[in-house]
């Protein structure tokens, strides 16, 4: 793929206010006009879409497993640590508990 040279980030709210002010750079009623058979063509013919062919064909989804309510005693200072990383932090401490519990099945393994 080739590396963006000029990348520009806007807030929803810019962007509002750039299509409200007419300075939308897409062409919808062009695009919207398109036949599958043109999509298809123009990604095709798209060098970033070069070699990222998925084949959907045997695909499968697997459904993560539900995850168990625990209270739990552990030190405060470990609690505080990971409450301070802000929002998700439980979501951490599973993360960190599930890293160590894989590299323990490998040294079991080796």
């Excluded at 932090?89 to 993360?95: G, L």
Aim: proline share 2%; glycine share 2%.
């Amino acid at each position: 793929m080739k590396k963006k040279e000029h990348i520009v980030r806007y807030t929803d709210k810019e962007l509002r206010e750039k299509h409200a002010r007419g300075e939308d750079k897409s062409d919808w009623d062009h695009a919207s006009a398109l036949t599958n058979r043109e999509i298809e063509n123009a990604i095709a013919e798209d060098e970033d879409e070069a070699e990222m062919h998925v084949d959907w064909s045997n695909i499968s989804v697997k459904l993560p497993r539900p995850k168990t309510v625990l209270n739990m005693r552990i030190d405060c200072e470990v609690l505080e640590f990971f409450r301070s990383q802000g929002r998700g932090y439980q979501t951490k401490i599973n993360a960190v508990l599930r890293s160590y519990v894989e590299q323990q099945r490998i040294k079991k393994n080796v």
